[in-house]
Every structure is written in structure tokens, then in C-alpha cells.
């Protein structure tokens, strides 16, 4: 690996890679259309810190922004959808679609699942995977002729369908019904502006995309999936979901819901392996819906339609055969001249279209599509008429538009005050801030989450991010068209092989979970080539990653856990033993090193020996590559989370990326994709993990500068560091609290486990109290009660200083002092600083202080919290209880409304 560059020489060398790629007007869509990012989100949310360097809102009252914009998201996504709930984003429109099946599967019990011959092709072949991973049977179908058999639990239908045709589903959604079979429905939402919503059709669940809503193409992601259902499938939903709830003063606050759901509590039983979900990006494209409001979004989505119907006209005009009369932005036709002509005419004026395998052609208009840009495409259909000629003969109201048939929108959306109140510059802009404020990143202080590793992101990382040449291209271009991507994921590819040691890497995988299930995907189609497919045994300690059994589920693996020893370290001895038992079935060993207990496990050569001589495969989770880059390399096949080790930011709970490393024998079974070609093998692939071929491709330049600027020495250097960093913390806090696990030397890995049990037993204090007390001191906890309950996992990273480790420290022994005040009654055992925590602005600030502590106790508890500094959380402890009794998962009812003004609903309603 060569030396590390400095900064701008690093930016001077992106940039003239980045000017390989050709960015020509792409009309290709496929669920992918360029788009305008307002300048005011790009710059205050995608190009902001404050936004893109939060972690999960674990931590409710600390998270409140994000949690209100996600809610927002999901309200939007309600609306529009004519469903009854949503989640708050999945990783694209593929895996939703995949998540659906697996939901009509469960809640029916049946295993078949049809798919509508004019889905996508990338999300049929995201299902198709999936399906085969869980043993369910697909079938290839068209939707007109289709016949529901007592095994069939749900299908997937696409409107507007790939080809552009916009179709009634309404008998098809009787029938399915009649047979007590699901409907799902991928669909777009800037066509719902104008169109009858998918709800109104009766169908169970919608899932799509919000890429274009401000989104930009990024050569196929990070972009935020959503998924909404009928309330009666609220529970089986996957993903994140957010709630609305109330704090312990009785204030109306939000929270993450339903989460007794995730998969490091269910493990092998989950429904789902989600982890990283698209936060950042559905922040974006709800702030894209409060920007622009209902008007806005329906101007758009009209002048889209009728740019559209003007490209059709001319396509009539041009001597060529229209697929279909009616449609929403996608034109197909069958070109008389022939598609060679057609080709060569958009490639002399640098336009990608569609080119069909039956011999049409597509073209998809959005909303960035001007009347010289109509005037081309028109040229390019040899129509006799330009854009203002046929503009005015089809008027504002023309015969053909959706809007004067059955298929027009009727009912109202987008209702609530939050989408009617910032359409000015100056309001969105004190919004976005205003929900900034709320929330604890990375630019407050450090957040040092257990096996979350959340590290700098520099800003010169980020800076490409931007770049129109690596933002505005279309997925499924040519591939001579993005060279300078293609240059970068060689040399990232070679990179990530060098630190691994691994052969060969796939970037497919958009998120870590994601990886791990390509990687065991992979593992399966080995063995299956092997003629060993009756392997399906996965061994996983209790002490690796919490999705790692979720994963082995999903990849139609059973999984048997293995215990650890006191010291946390895999009992070698029961893996033994499981081992000899499953001999004949074993098909791999997961295990996380260093362990999410904080040690290396000092055997792991006798465990990859162990599992090899038994004939199975050793996959080792890459959430803690933060203590591996650069001293050690690990087994057959890794997941990388580039969000974590290679520094992707995580964005308030994603986007993530989970590229999967292999060595020679598994390289063949590597993710493929059916609209460009990515592998050498593609008929021995997996299949296809993500609907884009190299998942979040536009967020990659912040990993592949990230390895240039640091170097081998500087890799190497940073895990020095974090591993230090953590022994560091771990000898200051000795004496105040117990590490539960070190190695037999005494020392840990870049991560320790603070044990807090005897805390409830001595003072009634529990490890929630201290987390929540935490925030007071102006952190965020540590990951809690994972993955030994009553515990906290501490992570410093490498990016942090002695002084802020310091004053982490220096907090946890405050408080530590805290509770042995309560254990020696100095402080009250039931109304104390722990037990009331967090502390907002308005409990200190009231008028009334009926607490028996001093009121500066709960607010200012440090030397270092300090009125100039101080982190307000803006609601009391959340009531997770209350929440889940009364799930409520859309913005509130006008009359419980109240913004970020702290206007009325009245007062709101009056100004909008």
C-alpha cells in the first residue's frame, strides 16, 4: 500500500478521477431519475455534521430532531401511499420488496410468493435471492392471467410497472384478497402526487423508493426505501419505526418503537436482519416534502407527467409504435427505424435511454428535464413538432393525461401544519437547524458506543460526496461512461484485499448486515457446488454481533449458539463438542474478533483449524475491523462496515455499506447484478443483495480517501490507538467500576464492558439511569445492556484525544460518586439525580424545584458542563411503555400539534 497523501493532493487526484466519469442526461429510469437536491439541504444537512455524524436515536431525548424528521418521513410516506403505517426507511427499493415477501409469508404460512413479470428487473432479482436463501418458492408471473392457489401467500405488482404502464389492480387485489393472499405494491411517490394512491386499490403493503425527492442518482445509492402497511401488519413490519410517546413530565416526545423487534434481542428468531437503515437520506426526502409541500410536489409531479405526454406525442408523430397510451413519465416504443439509430442518434447528443431485450425503447423524464432537453429527445424520435408545438396542441389539460382518467388523484395529502409552514428558505433553514439543535453528534462530544465505532469523518472525506461527477449518474449507464468509478473501486477493492488479506471483494452489499448475509449466501452456493449442500449448520458464539443469527436465518441456515468462558472468550470446549456433533452438516463458524465482549480471543487459530477440519467455513463480522487493520488479517470471508472501521459516517442510523471480502475459493459466489455486469462467475453468484450493482456507490470516495490519506502506517497506527485508547479508559475507571472481561494479561481490546449490575442491588440504581444521567454530563451512553444485560460497552475509537477520554472519565466517576451517595442516604434512593435524569431546560428552569438535590446538581454536575457548553436533551425520560400501549406512528392530530415554534396547532394552521 503506498504512502499516505496529504489533503489536497489527495482532493487534486479525486477530482481528476472523478472527471473520468462522463455525466451525460440519463432518461434510462428503472426506479432511478435525476433530481434536484434544494442547495439548502445539500448544505445543511448532507454537506452538515450536525446532521450526518449522529448515531442511532437509541437514546430518545437526546435524538428528538432526526426522530421529528423521520417522522415526518414516515407521515409523507403514509399519505402518499394511502397506507396506515411506515417505517422510518429501508435500504433500497429491492430489499423492501424482499422484506414484503418475507412478511406475507409469515403472517400466511404459505410458501409461494408470485412476482409480476413487470416488476424491475433488480428488484425481482433481489426477491428471487432472498427467496431462495429462505427455501420459499417464486414464480414469474403476469398479473392479468395469474390463478391464486392455496399456496400462494402474496404478490408483488409495480405501478407505474417498468415498462411505464399505469394499470387497475383493483380485481387483482380481490382476487389475491379472496384467497387470503397479500398485495404488494412497489410504487413511486412523485407519481402519487397525481395519481390514486396504492391504498385506495385495497392492496396490504407499498414499498419504493424516495430517491427522487431531492435525492441525488449517486451511480445507485445511499437513497431511503420505504415500507407501509395496513395497521394490521404494524408488528410484522421490518425496520425502524418511530413513535410518538410521552416523557416523564407528560410532555408529548419520540422515540424508536416496537423495538423489541431487533435482532441482537430475537437473534436467530428475528423476523429480519436490518440493522443500517437509510436515516440521512429519508431526512433528505422529507425535508425535499416540507420544502416544497403539497403545491409544490403536485407542480412537479404534473410537469413531469406532461413532459411525458409531449416526449409520446412526438414519439406518435415520429412514425414509431407506442407501447402503451397510459403511463406517467416512462415512454416505451418500438422504433420503425430500429434501436441502432435510435442509439446512435442520443449518443451524438450524449442522452442514455432504455434499450429493452424485445427490441424498445424507453425513455423516463423527471424533474430536472427542460424544454431544450425535450426539444433533444424529440429530435431524437425524428418527431416533426418541438416541445412548444406539441405543448400547445395537447394543452394544460391534455385528453391522454392521467389526470382525466379513473387513475387521478382525488384525495388530499401532505395535510399536516409541517408540510405547509417552511416553503421559504428562511423558515426551512431555521426548521432544519432548529431540529439540529436537538441532537447529540459527533460535533458535541464523543459518542462511544460498543461494537458502533463511531469515529472522525473528515471533511475532506466527505467533500467528493457532492461532486456532480460522482453524484449525478445513473446506475445502469454504460460502463465506459464511469471509468473514474470504476478506477476508484479497483483501487479501493485492492486496498480493502491488502488490509484483509482476503482474494477478492464485492462492493454490492449497502449495509453491514447486508454483508453478512451475501457472505453466508456465498458460503451456501459453495457448498451447494460442492455437492455439500445439505450443510447448514452455523455455529455463533453468544459474543458475536447481535445480526449475525438473524443473518444465518435468512440464508436458510439453523443456528446452534456456543457458549463463552468466564473471561469471555468462546468455551472452546463446547464448540468442540458441537462441532463433532453437526460434523456432517456444519457449514460455518461466525465469530466476531475481537469479540463484542472486548477481548481477543487467543485460541482463534485453533478455532479456524477446528471449523476447517470439520469442513466448514470461518466468517468472521467486520464490526470490529477498528482492532484488526493492520496487525492482523482475518479468515475466509469478512463483512467490512465502512461506516465504522473505514469511516463512512453513520447519519443518525445510515446510510451504511457492507462490502463482503472472500478468499480464491469463495470469489465465484459473489454477488451479481441483472443489468451490469459485475462478476466474473456470474452463473455460479449468490445472486443479486442490492438493487444498485455496487449498493451506495456515491459514499465510497469517503472510504477510498480515508485509506489514502491514513496510509499503511497510519491504518496500523489508528488501531494502535484505539486499542490503547480503550485499555486507557479501562485502567482510569478501575477501582470505580468493574471491567468484566480482559484477557489473562488484563488488558482488552479497543472495546470493554463496564459491568453496573451490583448498582441495582446497593443503591436501586439500574444501567438505564446511568445512561440517561450520561446525558447530563452531555454524552451519549455507551451501547447499553448489550450484550450482557445491566452492562455498558465502551469504545472510545482512536479519533479522540486524552482530554475528551478524560472527561468521559471524569463522568463516569462522578457519577459513580453519585451512587455511592445514594448507597450512604445522602442522596434519596427513589428521587435522585439518576433516577430523574435527564435534566431538560425546563424541569431547571421552573418555577417550581420540588427535588430534594440542588437544581444545579441536575444540570450543571461537572467542572466541565458549563452554561457556554451545555447539551440540553429537550424532553424528560422517555415512557417506552406508554409508547408501545399506544402506538401512534404518523405526525400528531392538529389538536395535539405542536412545532418547533411551539405555535398551536391553531396558531400553525393560521400561518400556513
Known sequence: MASSSGEHELLDRLSKMAKKNDVWRSYIGTGYYNT?????????????????????????????????????????????????????????????????????????????????QRCHPQTIAVVETRARGLGYVTEIVNWRRVDFSADVSGILIQYPDTDGNVDDFSRLVQNAHSNKSLVVCATDLLALTIMKPPGEFGVDIAVGTAQRFGIPLGYGGPHAAFFATKGAFMRLMPGRVVGVTRDASGEEALRLALQTREQHIRRDRATSNICTAQALLANMSAMYAVYHGPQGLRDIGRRVHHGALIVAEGVKRGGHELI??????????????????????????????????????????????????????????????????????????????????????????????????????????????????????????????????????????????????????????????????????????????????????????????????????????????????????????VSAHGTNPASAMMAGMKVTPINVDRGGAVDLVHLKDMAEKHKDNLAAFMITYPSTHGVFDHDVRDICDLIHHFGGQVYLDGANMNAQVGICRPGDL????????????????????????????????????????????????????????????????????????????????????????????????????????????????????????????????????????LQDYGFHAPTMSWPVTGTLMVEPTESEDKMELDRFCEAMILIRQEIQDIENGKLDKKVNPLKMAPHTQAVIMASNWDRPYPRELGAFPATFVSPDTKFWPTVSRIDDIYGDQNLVCTCPPMDSYTNSYGESSEEAAAAS
Open 324 to 541: 402503451s397510451e397510459l403511463f406517467y413519465d416512462t415512454v416505451k416504443f418500438r422504433p420503425t427505424c430500429g434501436v441502432d439509430a435510435i442509439r446512435q442518434k442520443a449518443q451524438e447528443k450524449q442522452i442514455n435511454l432504455r434499450y429493452y431485450p424485445d427490441g424498445c425503447v424507453g425513455i423516463s423524464i423527471d424533474e430536472t428535464v427542460l424544454k431544450p432537453d425535450l426539444n433533444d429527445l424529440l429530435e431524437i424520435v425524428d418527431s416533426p413538432s418541438d416541445a412548444n408545438t406539441l405543448a400547445d396542441m395537447l394543452g394544460t389539460e391534455p385528453l391522454s393525461s392521467i389526470e382525466n382518467t379513473a387513475f387521478r388523484r382525488t384525495s388530499d395529502y401532505l395535510t399536516h401544519p409541517v408540510f405547509n409552514r417552511y416553503q421559504s428558505e428562511t423558515s426551512i433553514v431555521r426548521y432544519m437547524k432548529q431540529l439540529e439543535n436537538k441532537d447529540l453528534s459527533l460535533v458535541h462530544s464523543m459518542i462511544s458506543l460498543g461494537s458502533c465505532t463511531m469515529k472522525l469523518n473528515s471533511t475532506t472525506e466527505m467533500m467528493p460526496c457532492s461532486w456532480p461527477e460522482f453524484a449525478g449518474v445513473h446506475p445502469f449507464v454504460p460502463s465506459d461512461q464511469v471509468m473514474g468509478y470504476r478506477q476508484m473501486f479497483e483501487e479501493l477493492e485492492n486496498d480493502l484485499c491488502e488490509i484483509t488479506g482476503y482474494d477478492k471483494i464485492s462492493l454490492q452489499p449497502n449495509s453491514g448486515a447486508q454483508g453478512e448475509y451475501a457472505g453466508l449466501m456465498a458460503i451456501k452456493s459453495y457448498l451447494q457446488a460442492k455437492g455439500e449442500g445439505q450443510r447448514n449448520i452455523c455455529l455463533i458464539p
Open 638 to 773: 469478512s463483512h467490512l462496515n465502512l461506516h465504522k472501521t473505514i469511516c463512512i459516517p453513520h447519519g443518525g442510523g445510515g446510510p451504511g455499506m457492507g462490502p463482503i471480502g472472500v478468499k480464491k475459493h469463495l470469489a465465484p459466489y459473489l454477488p451479481s447484478h441483472p443489468l451490469v455486469s459485475i462478476s466474473q462467475s456470474e452463473s455460479q453468484s449468490l445472486g443479486t443483495v442490492c438493487a444498485a450493482p455496487y449498493g451506495s456507490s456515491s459514499i465510497l470516495p469517503i472510504s477510498w480517501a480515508y485509506i489514502k490519506m491514513m496510509g499503511a502506517k497510519g491504518l496500523r497506527q489508528a488501531s494502535q490507538v484505539a486499542i490503547l485508547n480503550a485499555n486507557y479508559m479501562s485502567h482510569r475507571l478501575k477501582g470505580y467500576y468493574k471491567t468484566l472481561y480482559k484477557n489473562t494479561h488484563g488488558f482488552v481490546a479497543h472495546e470493554f464492558i463496564i459491568d453496573c449490575r451490583e448498582f441495582k442491588k446497593t443503591a436501586n440504581v439500574e444501567v438505564v439511569d446511568i445512561a440517561k444521567r
Open 36 to 116: 434536484h437536491c434544494p442547495p439548502t439541504i445539500l448544505r445543511n444537512i448532507f454537506e452538515n455534521p450536525g446532521w450526518t455524524t449522529q448515531y442511532t436515536p437509541y437514546q430518545a431525548e437526546m435524538a428528538q430532531g432526526r426522530l421529528e424528521s423521520l417522522l415526518n418521513f414516515q407521515t409523507m410516506v403514509c399519505d402518499f401511499t394511502g397506507m396506515e403505517v411506515s417505517n422510518a426507511s429501508l435500504l433500497d427499493e429491492g430489499t423492501a420488496a424482499a422484506e414484503a415477501m418475507a412478511l406475507c409469508i409469515r403472517h400466511n404460512k404459505r410458501n409461494k410468493f408470485y412476482i409480476d
